[in-house]
């Protein structure tokens, strides 16, 4: 088996996906997988939509063409504002895409002309995340705008929260994405047919006690592949934090100084030096490297420290045993972690499960109950 590698147990994303499904559909909101943090990675993204999801979304098109090649035929949102050079690919590959510019809107519709196609606008609503979106005093005229060009359809509109600034959406924020919803029914005359309420940031409130509005979406991506909520970092109860486990293997063993050897140019205070000074310790390294993942990222095994890494070693400080040379450390990553590893040439990515069991539901999960510890 190659190493570095990432083993992915698609078993544990059907029942994540499956857990949030069940829970969200409770409160009348579906999920729409998010599938860049795996570089549309076409079983990790069937395995989404086998644990319910509606549909996917993807930030990238290199992705979503990856997915189109593997016959993932489902309707895929292309959620990052789409490039004005790509407007003619987008159309082809993409149901839906998020938008903010008029001026791409305007490419999108034309190109869905030529290709005899009616492609749907969601409008991207800046409410307070300050990294995309229209400002709400500007979404009236703009909605209108896209109700009246021939080749688009407005879907509906979403917002974003908790990517570039951090800070989690309120109750109130929620409130007023419901509210703008109806001033565009009443200023245009159609119905909405989609209100994308935000990312895995939102789930907190999407299974709180609070009325959900006209919100009748989430974009998930981060809760369902590591289980956790990403403002707080808190496992989510009932999901599994290791669907993904990256392995990496020990090259050299060699107990190393900790700290460089002093060197005393006066004979007589190296003889009072009576308390030797260079210390050793395990150490190991490993083959993977900044090149491959956030090293930061990544959660050590028990007994480890971390020393340094490198474009290509990471070495690791190890007081309970001697690593075997050639044997393999195990690493769960973050978000972050995970991303890079899964767009790295040099790593693998190894599936476990990859077929569903039939009429077995995934009720082995940690717990049923899904909240928030
Ligand atoms: C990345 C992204 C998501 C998914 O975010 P997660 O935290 O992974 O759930 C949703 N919407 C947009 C616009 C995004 O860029």
Known sequence: MSSPRIEVDLSK???NT???VERLKARGIHVTGVTKAVCGHPAIA????DGGAAGLAEARLSNVRRLRKAEITCPITLIRTPMLSQA???VQVCEASYNTELTVISALAVAA???KKVHEVILMIEMGDLREGILPQDLGGIAQQVVDMPGVALKGIGANFACLSGVAPTATKMQDLSDLVKNIEGRCGSVLQAVSGGNSANLPWALGELPIGRINDLRIGEAILLGVDPVSGNQIGGMYRDAFTLFAEVIETNA???SPPISFANPVLAKLHLVPEIETGERAI???GLQDT????LSLPLGNTFIGATSDHLILGTKLETRRLGSEMRFKMNYSALMRAMAAPDVQTNLLHDRPAPDVRDSHGPNKHLALV
């Open 13 to 15: 994303i059907r029942h």
């Open 18 to 20: 499956r857990t949030i």
């Open 46 to 49: 069937q395995a989404m939509l």
């Open 88 to 90: 003619e690919d987008v």
């Open 113 to 115: 002309i030529r290709q």
């Open 256 to 258: 190393k100084p900790l």
């Open 286 to 288: 490993l083959a993977i």
């Open 294 to 297: 956030d090293i930061s990222g």
